[in-house]
């Protein structure tokens, strides 16, 4: 029936310190983070796991949540401040099956890729990328892309807090555009006079239309044209390419026909 009593005396003292820092989430393969980052903190020491002179190394600490401690003897506390840091972990890489993906200009292709089924569940999405960009274009397993020429794009799976697979796969972008440059014989030409006009550098073209600035067209590869008609003449040639894309190449006051005798 004896009680004995003791007495524990907690004293808590204000700190004149005001920002120990927020807790923070960073990937595991972050580069290492300041946490004397203020002139009111450099005099204290931290400690906890990954904390190497006042630096704390996700890669270190390894995957979790770590409670870090602040001391400094000025202040007369074991304990003077504390910060917590989660490190997370990386995704794994995406994977696709697209090597090569083609379209017309201006038409929206689709870019596939996929990221693995656990983690799905964990949030990972895939990061679509223009080779020598780090900021991501557009996000998601499937994706609609506008071809404006030939590119290289590159994806990585990338989870909700930013962190990524840090891979660099590739697939090409290319355009199934034809193109070619206007030719002709003549460029002044006397009224009545015929002039032949031809493509050059043709590529992926499987049909032509000319148009010689008169009024007349031309679905002839190489067609001859009289003109009857003076004045300076603008030149457009439309290919198109066995896809279906077209192209028009325009030569402004490319033929100049003399006035009639």
């Known amino acids: ?17 005001t920002n120990f820092g927020v807790d923070s989430i960073v990937c595991v393969n972050a580069e290492p983070l300041p946490l004397n980052f203020s002139e009111e903190l450099s005099a204290g020491t931290w400690s906890g796991d990954g904390v190497v002179a006042n630096l704390f190394y996700p890669t270190l600490a390894g995957v979790g949540t770590h409670n ?22 990386l995704p794994r890489a995406a994977t696709s099956n697209q090597l090569t993906v083609s379209g017309c200009e201006g038409e929206f292709i689709t870019l596939r890729a996929q990221v693995s089924t656990e983690d799905q569940n964990n949030n990972v999405n895939v990061g679509w990328f223009r080779e020598d960009e780090d900021v991501a274009f557009d996000f998601g397993e499937e994706v609609f892309f506008q071809v404006a020429g030939n590119e290289r794009i590159y994806y990585k799976a990338v989870n909700q807090f930013g962190c990524n697979s840090g891979q660099r796969d590739y697939l090409t972008v290319q355009t199934n555009n ?9 460029r002044t030409v006397g009224f009545g006079q015929r002039v032949l006009f031809a493509p050059e550098k043709v590529r992926n073209t499987v049909s032509y239309i000319w148009d010689f600035g008169d009024g007349i067209t031309s679905r002839e590869k190489e067609p001859w044209h009289f003109y009857y008609e003076s004045g300076e003449k603008d ?4 290919l198109v390419s066995a896809s279906g894309c077209s192209t028009t190449v325009r030569e402004e006051k490319w033929i100049t026909v003399l006035d009639e005798p």
């Open 178 to 186: 034809p193109s070619a440059e206007i030719w002709s014989n003549e």
């Open 235 to 238: 030149i457009s040639l439309t």
């Open 1 to 17: 029936g004896c009680v004995s009593t003791d007495v524990l005396r907690i004293e808590v003292r204000s700190s004149i310190i």
């Open 68 to 89: 870090l401690t602040y001391a400094n003897a000025a202040l007369n506390c074991a304990i003077a401040g504390q910060r917590k840091i989660t490190v997370v972990g």
